[in-house]
């Protein structure tokens, strides 16, 4: 089971919008909708943005919003803010018989 | 509020073995899965496995069977990994994260992190 493949980095001014992308297969992103966006500062513990696919958590703000097609999911922030410059990491449920959680291999976002 | 503590960083020698603790506050413990993911210096996110406490049910991601092993002890609402004949490359940040049992649920409150350095 590989990991998730996202873009290394993304970058945008602020005030702008940028979208992340989290490509998988049939057996994790596209067969489920279990996607979840996690955004980790340096030093710090991943912090839950987005769940099943576009849901966010209370406390999250409306400019994160999350989508998927096919066995793509994405991530997109809009009114980028410079608190937003951080790692991103999208996670899925997969049907591998190996674990149960597959994770991204990151995309850090930066704030021109 | 939910907290998540975790026990603090540790340096082991390669071939031992490392206990990490999360203690879970302000939630009710037993009904959720608590998961262990780690982090090695500048890679990404990595799901070792977790455990339901209610039902004492542990899953693990095969990478990591036979070397971990994840408890949890209802009565004091903590969780525990265990990781075994430690290598160099075991070197990373260990995170415990809870999140509802059904599979691929979202893992909403992290602990803070333990630093587990393995060197000779």
């Known amino acids: 089971q590989s990991a998730l493949t996202q873009p290394a980095s993304v970058s945008g001014s602020p005030g702008q919008s940028i979208t992340i992308s989290c490509t998988g297969t049939?057996?994790?992103?596209?067969?489920?909708?279990?996607v979840s966006w996690y955004q980790q500062h340096p030093g710090k513990a991943p912090k839950l943005m987005i769940y099943?696919?576009?849901n966010r958590p209370s406390g999250v703000s409306n400019r994160f919003s999350g989508s998927k097609s096919g066995n793509t999911a994405s991530l997109t922030i809009s009114g980028l803010q410079a608190e937003d410059e951080a790692d991103y990491y999208c996670?899925?449920?997969?049907?591998?018989?190996?674990?149960?959680?597959?994770f991204g291999t990151g995309t850090k976002v930066t704030v021109l | 509020q939910v907290q998540l503590v975790q026990s603090g960083a540790e340096v082991k020698k390669p071939g031992s073995s490392v206990k990490v603790s999360c203690k879970a506050s302000g939630g009710t413990f037993s009904s959720y899965a608590i998961s262990w993911v780690r982090q090695a210096p500048g890679q990404g996110l990595e799901w070792m496995g977790r455990i339901i406490p209610i039902l004492g049910i542990a899953n693990y991601a095969q990478k990591f069977q036979g070397r971990v092993t994840i408890t949890a002890d209802k009565s004091t609402s903590t969780a525990y990994m265990e990781l075994s004949s430690l290598r160099s490359e075991d070197t990373a940040v260990y995170y415990c994260?809870?999140?509802?049992?059904?599979?691929?649920?979202?893992?909403?409150?992290w602990g803070q992190g333990t630093l587990v350095t393995v060197s000779s």
């Open positions: 996670s899925s449920y997969t049907s591998s018989s190996t674990l149960l959680y597959v």
């Open positions: 099943d696919v576009s």
């Open positions: 049939s057996s994790d992103v596209g067969g489920y909708n279990y």
């Open positions: 994260a809870r999140g509802p049992p059904r599979g691929g649920s979202p893992l909403d409150y």
